[in-house]
């Protein structure tokens, strides 16, 4: 079993930044891929970036990349999420989430509760 706590939301200013955090707690953090997840009102969850159990291997949705980076510190059971150049488009709930093993841009074994990030233009 695996607990995630996400953090960082808040409301910010159109091109500035934010870090998002998730702390995971159960054993075995360094076995899971991490991933970001984040639904909008009235819209579809949607993937936004990923990271693989030792942070080899990352993946971005396109309408983030070169804005958005994910890291992660295995030896802090924290997976980061860190937000450049914000859009009012961006505003949305994110959460967190973790995958057995796998990489994994869409299902996923365990889910967080969600950090609000509202962008205001």
């Known amino acids: 079993q695996v607990q995630l706590v996400e953090s960082g939301g808040r409301l910010v200013q159109a091109g500035g930044s934010l870090r998002l955090s998730c702390a995971a707690s159960?054993?075995?953090?360094?076995?899971?891929?991490m991933a970001w997840f984040r639904q909008a009102p009235e819209k579809a969850r949607e993937f936004v970036a990923a990271?693989?159990?030792?942070?080899?291997?990352?993946l971005y949705a396109d309408s983030v990349k070169g804005r958005f980076t994910i890291s992660r510190d295995n030896a802090k059971n924290t997976v980061y999420l860190q937000m450049n150049v914000l859009k009012p488009e961006d505003t949305a709930v994110y959460y967190c989430?973790?995958?057995?093993?796998?990489?994994?841009?869409?299902?996923?074994?365990?889910w967080g509760q969600g950090t609000q990030v509202t962008v205001s233009s």
């Open positions: 989430a973790a995958n057995w093993r796998t990489i994994s841009t869409t299902a996923q074994n365990y």
């Open positions: 990271i693989s159990l030792s942070g080899g291997s990352i």
């Open positions: 159960g054993r075995s953090f360094s076995s899971y891929s």
